[in-house]
Structures are given as C-alpha cells and as structure tokens.
Nanobody
Framework: QVQLVESGGGLVQAGGSLRLSCSAS????????LAWFRQAPGKEREFVGA???????AFADSVKGRFTISRDNGKNTVYLQMNHLKPEDTAVYSC?????????????????WGQGTQVTVSS
C-alpha cells in the first residue's frame, strides 16, 4: 500500500520547537519532491516548504529561517524541523509527494498525501 504517514505534532509554547516526520511506504521519497503544507481553521491550505530530488529545499517566506527540511533515504522519511514557533503556525500539517522535478507550491501537483498532524502553538 502506497501511503505517507505524518507524526510529531502536538502542543508547544511560542518560541518552542517541534519536529514532524513524514514516513513513506510503497514510494521512495528520494525519487519525488516532498512538500509540507498546512491549513489553519477557516483558511486555505498553504505551502510551507519542500525538498527536491537533489536535496534542495525551499520555504514560504513566513517560515524561512525558522523551519528546515531534511531527508533520511535509509528510513524513507522526511523531517520538518520547526523552531521559534509562533501562534500563527498553528495548523494541521500535511506532507505530500509529487512526481515532479522541481519544487512547486501548487498543491495540485502532488498526488500522494498524508493524513495530517495537528500543531498547536500557545502564546
């Protein structure tokens, strides 16, 4: 079964850190672009960041300098390290994999999605 499973969400105080994991089965993440998106209540889903096949990363301006993405090919897992968290980072975070060569922010280019994990940042 081809699937992505996120983990690592939770409740954290502002200024704290969390690391989300996105583990894949049935698909080698190193052969795809893997992106993170988030959706807050009442808002549209937005691009957070992504890692390309070559390992290059890109981030939304709102998280640049605070979030990083890494990939462990042996574990077929991608990580989203979130530091200096702010209340406005509160959202459901989902990872998505796409058969594309370059990082794109359009969610319709990604064909495999995880179920999402809740991140709540208290002030």
């Amino acid at each position: 079964q081809v699937q992505l499973v996120e983990s690592g969400g939770g409740l954290v105080q502002a200024g704290g850190s969390l690391r989300l994991s996105c583990s894949a089965s049935g698909r080698a993440l190193a052969s795809y672009v893997l992106a993170w998106f988030r959706q807050a209540p009442g808002k549209e889903r937005e691009f957070v960041g992504a890692i390309s096949r070559s390992g290059a990363t890109a981030f939304a301006d709102s998280v640049k300098g605070r979030f990083t993405i890494s990939r462990d090919n042996g574990k077929n897992t991608v990580y989203l390290q979130m530091n200096h968290l702010k209340p406005e980072d509160t959202a459901v975070y989902s990872c998505a994999s796409g058969p594309i060569y370059f990082i794109v922010t359009n969610d319709d280019r990604y064909d495999l999605w995880g179920q999402g994990t809740q991140v709540t940042v208290s002030s």
